[in-house]
């Protein structure tokens, strides 16, 4: 693969394990939304294995084509932490979007934590082509500007999919009012985007990890902002992030840094 020749892409990391080829199928239909061109990348061990390997990928190469009609690059790095060398080649190509198997949690967030590439996170296969449902979880504490342009950003793929908001009401607090005209602000802009929007609203302080997957349930994904906190601390006291990517309805979460956006291919 010509590095330099970068443009819009999807990078898939595989390493030959059945949730591996599920995140190739997930990369190959968000490819097609997206009008991207679809990268699988290998992290080999050894440095004498890269011959072997990229022969391997070139087969799995095929058989992504032969199932989703699409042709995927490939490319093999050597390295002994694999998700060392995923974050640099995400660094270096600047993928629109990387998707991740989960690997544990903690792992997981490392190579979550420090890039601006949003990476979305799966436990599972698809469950079809579009996404159908899309839930994003919105506190409103500060920046909710920021969260509704990322939310005008994503409907440019799926139009037809319905954005679930979810968010406190601020009911029976200070914030109400704001929060109220806050959402009253985004409707009509979503309205105005031609985006299909359904707010779910409840009367909790802040949404939780528990709160998004109960009210995410029958949702194709999640769309969440990583929390700006130190690896160390997140270990200490829980992790939102963690609970969520790791949830038992295997829903795949697109994980964003704050200063990560989406690439709108036109």
Same mark, same amino acid.
């Given at each position: ?11 898939? *990391? ?58 995927? !690059? ?17 660094? !270096? ?66 139009? /037809? ?6 968010? *406190? ?33 409840? /009367? ?56 990560? /956006? ?5």
């Amino acid at each position: 693969m010509n590095t330099a020749d970068k443009g819009h892409l999807v990078l898939v *990391p595989c390493d030959f394990s059945p949730l591996a080829y599920q995140a190739i199928e997930h990369g190959a239909y968000m490819s097609m939304s997206m009008s991207s061109r679809l990268v699988l990348l290998h992290v080999s061990a050894r440095e004498a294995d890269i011959p072997a390997m990229e022969k391997k990928m070139s087969f799995v190469a095929e058989e992504c084509f032969d199932r989703f009609d699409i042709r995927p !690059e490939t490319m093999v790095r050597q390295g002994s932490q694999p998700y060392s060398v995923i974050k640099a080649v995400a660094k !270096e190509l600047n993928p629109s979007l990387v998707v991740l198997k989960t690997g544990g949690g903690v792992h997981t967030i490392k190579i979550l934590s420090g890039t601006s590439t949003p990476f979305l996170v799966i436990q599972g296969p698809p469950n079809d082509v579009a996404l159908k449902n899309i839930a994003f979880p919105i506190n409103f504490l500060n920046r909710h500007d920021e969260k509704l342009r990322r939310v005008i950003l994503f409907s440019e793929y799926y139009p /037809d999919a319905v954005m679930s908001v979810i968010t *406190p009401s601020g009911k029976g607090t200070a914030k109400e009012r704001n929060i109220s005209g806050s959402l009253a602000l985004m409707g009509k802009v979503m309205e105005s985007q031609g985006i299909k929007t359904n707010f779910v609203t409840h /009367d909790k302080e802040k949404n939780t990890a528990e709160l998004i997957l109960e009210l995410s349930r029958g949702a194709d994904m999640i769309v969440i902002q990583m929390e700006a906190a130190s690896l160390f601390r997140k270990f200490l006291f829980g992790l939102r992030e963690e609970k969520l990517i790791t949830n038992a309805d295997k829903i795949p979460v697109l994980c964003f840094n704050r200063e990560a /956006d989406f690439k709108v291919v036109k």
